[in-house]
């Protein structure tokens, strides 16, 4: 038996856990970086946050210039702002690119270089200065990962820096800062989460050498993530729709956090796979949101990979909620992808890559792409030989799922 498992120094979650934020970030300097955006700047729970922590702290720098995938430009002047007050700790208010750009600040405050010197796992060389991570959507688990996913104009994919030096220090999850979220958002945030939920549950498991756990970032999936996949995707589940259709459905919305965390808290350690490796070409081409793409993606990746996986998907259709008592696991599976399909549609993600402009003509360009995202395409339980994986992109593009019994 050799694992480990990952996660902030504390993580605080529940409605009303956000005036806790003032006294957390006065603890742990006295110097502050708060990134966030102008949307979140303008609303009344994060200028009330602002405002407590500006009594609490000796110096307060706002940054809220941060713009979607955090492009390298947006590093340059965050990393700037961060040293006009010689920041000692950095608070991040704010969805999956706020926290990631969060940390790959401060990656740089503390060791110095550029973006560039960290792209890749593990080649951050100790911890960074204290993170508080606060998320105001759903989805991305930023807040508890161990992972920073940033735009580089020179590349034609999104880059990651992963390590567990970047994991925040604290995160506070509180709802009731999700209340204002857009319906459009909560459902790409929303299904986001859900797949990392589902992605950790199917990861491909994998033996560790007793230097793994240190030098490696995603390790596979093993009884713990499997746990908090699991109790992931049940909340989501069951709360994904209510929280798109009504953003007032204050149970929803807590189901939605606590899921979010959870999925979070296991893909941290079993990892994505190939939803989120095939995003990441077609996300830089397309310039659509990530959460629509990985979740467009998703039942493709499984119906490809059922062979391998479809007792897992048996139990994901009951975590689910659905009806497989009698069903056998190629029954509960297609019971599963066609559940799957119908919150997708209701949700408002496309069925097809054609929908959101891909052309056919890339499909093997972009599957060979994906193959080079190492850290993510080695946990997906199928084959991930390039033909295979066009295969996968072929069948999103068309919308036809031909191995479905």
């Known amino acids: 038996m050799l694992e480990t498992v990952r996660g902030p120094r504390q993580l605080i979650v529940g409605e009303g856990v956000a005036q806790n934020i003032p006294r ?32 609490k702290v000796e110096v307060v720098e706002v940054f809220s210039d941060a713009t979607a995938d955090v492009p390298l430009t947006d590093v340059a002047l965050a990393v700037s702002a961060a040293a006009e007050v010689d920041a000692d700790v950095i608070l991040a208010i704010g969805g999956g690119t706020v926290i990631d750009l969060a940390k790959i600040v401060g990656v740089i405050r503390r060791h110095g270089g550029t973006p560039r010197d960290y792209y890749g796992e593990s080649r951050v060389p100790g911890p960074t200065i204290p993170l508080v991570a606060v998320p105001t959507t759903s989805g991305t688990g930023s807040e508890l990962t161990p992972v920073s996913v940033l735009t580089d104009p020179d590349r034609a994919l999104k880059v990651g820096v992963s390590s567990v030096h970047i994991v925040p220090d604290f995160a506070i999850v509180d709802p009731e800062l999700t209340y204002t979220c857009p319906a459009t958002v909560t459902a790409h945030s929303g299904i986001d989460a859900f797949c990392h939920a ?38 989501i589940a069951r709360s994904l729709r209510r929280a798109v259709s009504n953003g007032g459905d204050t149970q929803a919305r807590a189901d939605m956090s606590y899921g979010s965390m959870l999925a979070g808290l296991a893909f941290s350690h079993a990892g994505n796979a190939a939803p989120h490796a095939l995003q990441y070409p077609i996300g830089a081409a397309t310039h659509t949101p990530h959460g629509l793409g990985v979740g467009l993606l998703l039942p493709y990746a499984l119906d490809a990979a059922r062979d391998a996986i479809g007792d897992r998907l048996a139990v994901l259709a009951g975590v689910c909620g659905l009806d497989v008592t009698d069903a056998s696991d190629a029954e509960a599976t297609d019971t599963f992808l066609t559940w799957l399909d119908g919150l997708l549609a209701d949700i408002g993600i496309p069925p097809t890559l054609a929908d959101i402009g891909v052309a056919r003509a890339d499909l093997p360009r972009f599957a060979e792409m ?14 991930t030989d390039t033909a295979s994986l066009t295969a996968i992109l072929e069948a999103a593009w068309t919308g036809d799922r031909t191995r479905r019994s």
Do not use: M
């Open 24 to 55: 957390v970030v006065a603890e742990s300097g006295s110097r502050v970086l708060i990134v966030t955006d102008q949307v979140l700047l303008g609303q009344p729970g994060v200028a009330d946050i602002v405002a407590a922590v500006r009594e």
């Open 370 to 383: 994906a193959s080079g995202v190492t850290r993510l395409i080695q946990n997906h339980p199928g084959p």
């Open 198 to 235: 589902v992605e950790s549950y199917t990861a491909r498991p994998r033996a560790h050498g007793p230097r793994d756990p240190v030098e490696q970032v995603f390790l596979g999936r093993n009884p713990v993530t499997d746990h908090y996949a699991l109790q992931a995707a049940r909340r």
